[in-house]
């Protein structure tokens, strides 16, 4: 619970807006300008967190030294694309590295105690972002990079990372899917960019069991989300214990977005934070970051942000159970039951 001795954190900073995009490209600076629309109405129970850049030692603990002169290199000519999708302006590398900075120093002060929970109003996202390769629109994987950190600085031995990004995290479940120290679990709609995250992909070799990918047919709005993460997520992370909850925390799955086919609604964003800030409450000494990922109409980033900050103000109101599975529901716990109940009986429970 948010105090004045533990508040919320919020990284937000204007030259975020200086990652310039091509015109009428999705993902553009005015994003921002939602959010700050929404932290705004709130201002008086957030804290501000100065971003800084991450060093060049912090990034390569996710991706290889080639990925990082690959940026490098390309804000030289910039503006340039670096794959159909995903570019560079001449500040690209300054702000990508301000963005997983400010991921890296919020995951931090969360975990150490000194603020109740985060939110990283950052871009360029991440979570695309490949060892070796940008895409998607995104350079570093902010949220895999403050991961790393948190091991590296603090010590601790298990984080889980709950993506529901409309768009599957290839660049992150990749970054961890033979380490079991880091559970993975992704909801998103499928088949869609990137084109990974069916439900057989559980992770690989020591790590086999730590992803719990949750692939949604288009359509799908609150009842499926709420539905799966409290009868899939939840089960998975209880199961997991970790000491910290990372959400790459994509508004593109609302019902207004353009570049998916999804229906969550502002309620829906709220009662996912319900129900991830009751799992963080019980297991972790409620040790809970958000970071910023896609979101690409006005309405949802702002809609989803207000509910995002509104249920983590206000975590002891009254929030209704999901009701009976659907057909759908239904049928999306059944194929996960069919990857992982032999190592997590409990999903698909109430």
Known sequence: MPSPDRPIHVVEDIRFRAHRSPPRHPENPERLAAVSRALARHADHLTPLAPRAAHREEIIRIHSP???????????????????????????????????????DL??????????????????????????????????????????????????????????DVHHGNGTQHSFENDPSILYVSLHQFPHYPGTGNFNEAGEGAGLGSTLNLALPPGCGDLEYCGLVHRAVAPMIRRFAPQMILVSCGFDAHRDDPLSDMNVSAEGYREMTHAVAE??????????????????AASGLEEGTDAVLGALLDPGEARPLPGPANRGLASLLEATRAVHAGRCPDLGAL
């Open 66 to 104: 080639g990925h990082y002169a690959k940026i490098l290199n390309a804000v030289k000519r910039a503006p340039a694309h670096l794959d159909a999708d995903t570019f560079v302006s001449e500040q690209s590398l300054e702000i990508a590295k301000l963005a997983a900075g400010g991921t890296i």
């Open 107 to 164: 995951a931090l002060s969360v975990a150490r105690g000194e603020a109740a929970c985060g939110i990283a109003a950052v871009r360029p996202p991440g979570h695309h972002a490949e060892a070796d390769r940008p895409m998607g629109f995104c350079l570093f994987n902010n949220v895999a990079i403050a991961a790393r950190a948190l091991q590296h600085e603090l010590g601790l031995e298990k984080i889980a990372i709950l993506d529901w």
């Open 279 to 296: 799992l963080a409450r019980d297991l972790c000494g409620g040790r809970l970051a958000f970071v910023l990922e896609g979101g690409y």
